[in-house]
């Protein structure tokens, strides 16, 4: 299976990532990467940049080394709502919107505590994707998060940097089997991102790629096997959002997108 896309990489920005956004491009570039993500932390992550960062995102070229660029984010669930630490005026600016939870941005609850969250921000029609369900620092029920994203055609990512940087990797490794077993029952959009917080990790998918295939999830659920899938599905999601007032100070001071 040919992956031509990262959705998930960080530069320098987001504060323990260590390279730019030039390197990143070029790397991808020797890989066969044809479309990447340029997704540093929510402004909630300590070191992670300020909002104006993501405001002045579209002065970058639309493709660096030949790769072309998603300037986008990955934000952060800030409380048991699945409110973003970004508010909606940024975030209809941006090419590209993750969301996952992080320890220090969310206090942490309960499994249905922690799972209601994580589908409440899949409910946000700003969202794009969901990443890395299957950290351990918050438990979550896989099966429920596999099925949303099923109803809702919001794609969940096999992180492959779970798997293969962070410490705890027994417990990540079981969390992503599950989640990757129900995504392969559930068959909605899988993406597979490399977390990459160095050049050298931007295109590498090794880890997830076992797993997918382990799972038995179908090429076809894979979303970033092609620029154009990912690039009509971003299209959609724009063009399926709520009007809303953005310049409105309301709603520029709003945090996230409330599901009603
Ligand atoms: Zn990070
Ligand atoms: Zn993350």
Request: contains cysteine; glycine residues 8%; negative net charge.
């Amino acid at each position: 299976m040919e992956l031509l896309v990262d959705l998930h990489t960080h530069t320098l920005s987001s504060g323990h990532a260590y390279s730019t956004i030039t390197e990143n491009a070029q790397a991808a570039a020797r890989k066969g990467i044809k479309l990447m993500g340029m997704t540093d932390h929510g402004p909630s992550m300590p070191g992670a940049p300020h909002l104006y960062h993501f405001g002045n995102l579209s002065i970058l070229p639309e493709e660096i080394s030949g790769v072309k660029l998603l300037p986008g984010v990955e934000a952060n669930i800030t409380n048991y709502e699945g409110e973003l630490d970004v508010p909606l005026y940024y975030l209809a600016k941006l090419k590209l919107v993750l969301v996952g939870l992080h320890e220090i941005c969310y206090p942490g609850g309960n499994s249905e505590q922690n799972t209601q969250a994580y589908i409440n921000a899949m409910e946000n029609p700003y969202t794009d994707m969901m990443v890395h369900p299957g950290r351990t620092y918050f438990e979550m029920d896989l099966e429920r998060i596999a099925h949303a994203s099923a109803l809702l055609n919001i794609p969940v990512e096999i992180n492959n940097s779970s798997l293969s940087t962070i410490t705890d990797k027994s417990g990540a490794l079981e969390n992503c089997r599950f989640i990757a077993h129900y995504m392969a029952k559930y068959k909605g959009p899988v993406i597979l991102g490399s977390d990459a917080h160095f050049w050298d990790r931007v295109g590498e998918f090794g880890e997830a790629l076992e797993l997918v295939r382990e799972a038995g999830i179908s090429q076809h659920q894979i979303l970033n096997t092609s620029p154009e899938r990912v690039l009509d599905y971003l299209a959609m999601r724009r063009k399926n959002r709520p009007v809303i007032d953005l310049l409105s100070p309301k709603s520029k001071q709003s945090i996230a997108y409330k599901v009603v």
